[in-house]
């Protein structure tokens, strides 16, 4: 384990810097370099490259928002759920997307970002989330689909994630897995008892599996050859893997899982290969990926109507909360 200095060394805008400033950062750069070296950790008042933090900041907010917009597709289904059980789960199930949004809000504000700002960047348009959530639940069986196949993308990309080099992001991702796996489970227990059911009900779970699948895989993001990203987030330990390693990786999962569940996988090119020991899959609509990303999906314009209806009619709890601490703060001073 690295010693850290009992003064934490901060990193400065790139403005003009002094001689003093400049071995600080060269100091600060020494011991990020060995931290990272060794796979420890970096903690919020350590010092860290300017990029680092950028990088970070940029991933972490983009899941924030992620969790907090992806609790539209299934809370549309709360009211509608075929049972009272099932209509309990789901509550449970959007409510813990909303802790997750909570929780990495949380661990971006620590880089120094304000989650007032973050907000404002999704309601203005300006910041990105998962292309996943700008499909549409269509049937009951889709919330099957997003628990089996966009869960467990979910926790296939994250798990990776808990080991992550910065300690507030990977320390929130172990609660948000233990989550997601029951979320998973979950949803592959709908699609058993559809699958198990009627004709009908077995035609609907294969439909939604069908309609589900490809923009699951796209959750990984672009092929490694063309994600920009990942090879300096895995340098700096933030991405364990790339984008193509898992999500082969979720493939092979998912090819055992569908068995059980006496569904197909809407892909007649997926094989195991035995050369490279991969999973691999037929050919992926990148345009429609992109599209989706641009705002073109075919939801996202409706994902960003209700978030911004649902802040604005949140104001006031926001208001209520800030008088209240103001109110507990001149308590506090006048003691
Ligand atoms: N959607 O260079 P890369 C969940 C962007 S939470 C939209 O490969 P990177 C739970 C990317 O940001 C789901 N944009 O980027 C749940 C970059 O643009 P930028 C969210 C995407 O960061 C379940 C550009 O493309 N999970 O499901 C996507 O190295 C059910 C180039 O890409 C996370 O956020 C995409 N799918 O790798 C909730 C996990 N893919 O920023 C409710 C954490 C890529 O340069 C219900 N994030 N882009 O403008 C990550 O692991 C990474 O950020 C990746 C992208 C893998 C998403």
């Not at 001689?19 to 020494?30: F, K, L, S, T, V």
């Not at 928002?65 to 289904?77: C, D, K, L, V």
């Not at 990926?289 to 939801?299: A, D, E, M, S």
């Amino acid at each position: 384990m690295t010693e850290r200095n009992a003064t934490p060394l901060r990193s400065v805008p790139e403005a003009e810097v002094s001689p003093e400033q400049a071995a600080h950062d060269a100091e600060g750069q020494e011991l990020f370099d060995r931290i990272i070296a060794e796979d420890s950790r970096i903690e919020p008042r350590d010092w860290m490259p300017a990029a680092y933090r950028k990088t970070l900041l940029r991933q972490i907010s983009q899941h924030a928002h992620s969790e907090i917009i992806g609790m539209q597709p299934e809370s549309n289904w709360i009211t509608r759920a075929p049972s009272l059980k099932r209509k309990a789960i789901l509550i449970a199930k959007v409510q813990d997307e909303a802790g997750h949004g909570l929780y990495l809000y949380s661990a971006a504000e620590t880089l120094g970002q304000g989650r007032d700002q973050m907000m404002e960047d999704l309601i203005a348009g300006k910041a990105k989330y998962s292309s996943i959530f700008n499909y549409p639940a269509v049937t009951w069986a889709d919330m099957g689909a997003i628990g089996w196949l966009v869960d467990g993308a979910a926790i296939c990309n994250q798990v990776p994630l808990c080991r992550a080099s910065y300690g507030p992001y990977g320390r929130a991702m172990v609660r948000i897995c233990k989550e997601e796996s029951f979320h998973q489970r979950q949803g592959f227990e709908i699609l058993l008892e559809l699958s198990n059911g009627t004709p009908a009900q077995k035609k609907m779970a294969q439909d939604a599996v069908n309609r589900w699948y490809a923009p699951a895989l796209m959750m990984f993001g672009p092929p490694d050859e063309d994600s920009p990203n990942s090879k300096q987030s895995m340098a700096w330990n933030i991405k364990r893997f790339s984008n193509d390693e898992l999500r082969q990786r979720f493939l092979g999962m998912m090819v055992e899982q569908a068995k059980v569940l006496g569904l197909t996988l809407p892909d007649e090119d997926i094989r195991y290969n035995e050369e490279t020991g991969k999973w691999e899959h037929g050919p992926l609509d990148w345009d429609e990926f992109k599209n989706v990303l641009k705002g073109q999906g075919p939801c996202n314009a409706q994902r960003m109507e209700r978030r911004r209806e649902a802040h604005a009619e949140g104001a006031w709890v926001r208001e209520a909360a800030a008088a209240y601490a103001a109110k507990q703060a001149q308590k506090e001073s006048a003691a």
